[in-house]
């Protein structure tokens, strides 16, 4: 079985930072391209970054310039660092990763964390 936890969430003010941090674990040939997504009250889920195994990211609008999406593959974590935090990144923000697990064969799947909650809030 393959697993994403997510840790790093919490209340900070407005300008403030954190930084989320996304763990994978279980029988884990290799991880391919790794993301975060977030989901606010009453929105759709929404790509905040992605970073390919190369290490190539791409951000959302919002994201760029103040979100900074890395990897380290040997503790199979990916983390996002976010700074000048503002109200509306409140939200839920899950990790995503394609994981090719062992008896899988040539088969990557993607996965999902349970989330991890970000409240921007004087």
């Known amino acids: 079985q393959v697993q994403l936890v997510e840790s790093g969430g919490g209340l900070v003010q407005p300008g403030g930072s954190l930084r989320l941090s996304c763990e994978a674990s279980?029988?884990?040939?290799?991880?391919?391209?790794m993301g975060w997504y977030r989901q606010a009250p009453g929105k759709e889920r929404e790509l905040v970054a992605i970073i390919t195994r190369a290490g190539s990211t791409n951000y959302a609008d919002a994201a760029k310039g103040r979100f900074t999406i890395s990897r380290d593959d040997a503790k199979k974590m990916v983390y996002l660092q976010m700074n000048s935090l503002q109200s509306g990144d409140t939200a839920v923000y899950y990790c995503?990763?394609?994981?090719?697990?062992?008896?899988?064969?040539?088969?990557?799947?993607?996965?999902w964390g349970q989330g991890t909650q970000v409240t921007v809030s004087s």
């Open positions: 279980g029988s884990i040939i290799w991880i391919n391209g």
């Open positions: 995503k990763a394609s994981i090719l697990r062992a008896g899988d064969g040539t088969w990557e799947r993607d996965y």
